[in-house]
């Protein structure tokens, strides 16, 4: 079973930025896209970005013009960069990929205070 793992979250201060790293185990065929999901506390999970495998990306309103989502097919890992954080953007990040099944990772924490 190819499994997904989240890395490069951690405790930034606002106004920092953070890379995050999607990185599966093994090979998986026909990915038509993948996704930065976030879970706030005491909020409801929601969808940071998305890239399509022809190219297209999209953002949530709030983090537009701030995260880059972006993929390397060789090293079979997707990436959010984030800059300028902001404390409302403390969550769990939580990457998924869609192909003829969705794939999920565990999950990375990332939180922004001073």
């Known amino acids: 079973q190819v499994q997904l793992v989240e890395s490069g979250g951690g405790l930034v201060q606002p106004g920092g930025s953070l890379r995050l790293s999607c990185t599966a185990s093994g090979s998986i065929l026909n990915i038509f896209k993948m996704e930065w999901y976030r879970q706030g506390p005491g909020k409801q999970r929601e969808l940071v970005a998305r890239?399509?495998?022809?190219?297209?990306?999209n953002y949530a309103d709030s983090v537009r013009g701030r995260f880059t989502i972006s993929r390397d097919n060789a090293k079979n890992t997707l990436y959010l960069q984030m800059d300028n954080l902001k404390t409302e953007d403390t969550a769990v990040y939580c990457c998924?990929?869609?192909?003829?099944?969705?794939?999920w990772g565990q999950g990375t924490q990332v939180t922004v205070s001073s």
């Open positions: 890239i399509f495998s022809y190219g297209r990306t």
């Open positions: 998924r990929w869609s192909a003829y099944s969705d794939y």
